[in-house]
T-cell receptor
Framework: GDSVTQMEGPVTLSEEAFLTINCTYT??????LFWYVQYPGEGLQLLLK?????DKGSNKGFEATYRKETTSFHLEKGSVQVSDSAVYFC?????????FGQGTRLTINP | NAGVTQTPKFRVLKTGQSMTLLCAQD?????MYWYRQDPGMGLRLIHY???????AKGEVPDGYNVSRLKKQNFLLGLESAAPSQTSVYFC??????????????FGNGTRLTVT
């Protein structure tokens, strides 16, 4: 069945560091892919998405490119801020549901 | 515009007790979902609804029931709570189905502990 695997966390970085959170998926066909972010005490919010191969989703300085060849959708940001501290979830569109990865907790220290 | 509102925010139950979690959305969304979030497991779909008066099972439906009597509300019931149902529960809604890439809007969650 469909599944999403994210890099193990937690991830701790210093402010202005480069961020990569790896995400790979297994699915039939070519599903839409998403990154959601969960700030402390809140629900998940859509961060970015890509609907077909080679699409790049971007928002708030974050980017992710839909790589069909490697079945990956890695999240990147060139210079992180303390306010980026949150849990990040990679997800794919399955049949009538989103399939989520286990989440990666990111902490940014000043 | 409140978005998706969940009540209560926290609850502690004893094994065997029952309770209902309420989800309300004011965005006129057709689709609503209940997920549970457990450490290391991401979010798993419990039940969902594609419109008023409809419900369907998700990935982990056992021990839960749902009702969608009004378009804006989606209720999640636990008839006889078990410790395995200790989790954080999230409600979400979307304007149309996921096949249209309609994003999910989440509530802030309900933290449930069953002792």
């Amino acid at each position: 069945g469909d599944s999403v695997t994210q890099m193990e966390g937690p991830v701790t970085l210093s402010e202005e560091a480069f961020l990569t959170i790896n995400c790979t998926y297994t699915a039939t066909g070519y599903p839409s892919l998403f990154w959601y972010v969960q700030y402390p005490g809140e629900g998940l919010q859509l961060l970015l998405k890509a609907t077909k191969a080679d699409d790049k989703g971007s928002n708030k300085g974050f980017e992710a490119t839909y790589r069909k060849e490697t079945t990956s959708f890695h999240l990147e940001k060139g210079s992180v801020q303390v306010s980026d501290s949150a849990v990040y979830f990679c997800a794919l569109q399955g049949a009538q549901k989103l399939v989520f990865g286990q989440g990666t907790r990111l902490t940014i220290n000043p | 515009n409140a978005g998706v509102t969940q009540t209560p925010k926290f609850r502690v139950l004893k094994t065997g007790q029952s309770m209902t979690l309420l989800c309300a959305q004011d965005m006129n969304h057709e689709y609503m979902y209940w997920y549970r979030q457990d450490p290391g497991m991401g979010l798993r779909l419990i039940h969902y609804s594609v419109g008023e008066g409809t419900t369907a099972k998700g990935e982990v439906p056992d021990g839960y029931n749902v009702s969608r009597l009004k378009k804006q509300n989606f209720l999640l019931g636990l008839e006889s709570a078990a410790p395995s149902q200790t989790s954080v529960y999230f409600c979400a809604s979307s304007y149309s189905g996921l096949e249209n890439n309609s994003p999910l809007h989440f509530g802030n969650g309900t933290r449930l502990t069953v002792t």
